[in-house]
T-cell receptor, first 110, second 119 residues
Framework: GEDVEQSLFLSVREGDSSVINCTYT??????LYWYKQEPGAGLQLLTY?????DMKQDQRLTVLLNKKDKHLSLRIADTQTGDSAIYFC??????????FGGGTRVLVKP | GAVVSQHPSRVICKSGTSVKIECRSL??????MFWYRQFPKQSLMLMAT?????????EQGVEKDKFLINHASLTLSTLTVTSAHPEDSSFYIC???????????????FGPGTRLTVL
């Protein structure tokens, strides 16, 4: 079955880098995603990576994928207070359904 | 970009009543829409997949008679919570698949969510 896990909480100082980790179990995943959710709001797609890629960089965001270990990470460079939110990783596998991790709450301290 | 709206954004109802939540794709056609439920400080759990013109497919453990889904057009899906009880209080989020982007990296676009509180 599908299972996606994330650490619950991350505290980081403004200007530092944040790294959020995620593990998944479905080896047939085609795409893996990172979403951001601010309080009381829906999900905003931040970035994604195709399963045959190892790394993807998009401005302050860097996604690393270790397919062998089924490990995904999101690095946010120069973290800002506006980056405080809940971050969800998700995998898209058979049937094109998304399976989400439990979310990592990121708190950026000034 | 593709926009998905939900209405209402918040609803408070009495126990035993039914509540309808609408999900609309505003600038694209969506053959498939998904309904998720999110409890406080938890992840999104897929409830059902709604296909235009056909019956919805429900995930295991989701009561189809309690959560009625109708996807009558390419831009509208509705979720009706029937005989709502306090345990149905949750944040309901829909997403819509743009039929033009099927197979691409980002074929689902999420609505802003509806917070349901059942007293």
């Amino acid at each position: 079955g599908e299972d996606v896990e994330q650490s619950l909480f991350l505290s980081v100082r403004e200007g530092d880098s944040s790294v959020i980790n995620c593990t998944y179990t479905d080896s047939s995943s085609t795409y893996l995603y990172w979403y951001k959710q601010e309080p009381g709001a829906g999900l905003q797609l931040l970035t994604y990576i195709f399963s045959n890629m190892d790394m993807k960089q998009d401005q302050r965001l860097t996604v690393l994928l270790n397919k062998k270990d089924k490990h995904l990470s999101l690095r946010i460079a120069d973290t800002q207070t506006g980056d405080s939110a809940i971050y969800f990783c998700a995998e898209r596998a058979a049937g094109n359904k998304l399976t989400f991790g439990g979310g990592t709450r990121v708190l950026v301290k000034p | 970009g593709a926009v998905v709206s939900q209405h209402p954004s918040r609803v408070i109802c009495k126990s035993g009543t039914s509540v309808k939540i609408e999900c609309r794709s505003l600038d694209f056609q969506a053959t498939t829409m998904f309904w998720y439920r999110q409890f406080p400080k938890q992840s999104l759990m897929l409830m059902a997949t709604s296909n235009e013109g056909s019956k919805a497919t429900y995930e295991q453990g989701v009561e189809k008679d309690k959560f009625l889904i109708n996807h009558a057009s390419l831009t509208l899906s509705t979720l009706t919570v029937t005989s709502a009880h306090p345990e149905d209080s949750s944040f309901y989020i829909c997403s819509a698949r743009d039929r033009r982007l099927a197979g691409g990296y980002n074929e689902q676009f999420f609505g802003p969510g509806t917070r349901l509180t059942v007293l």
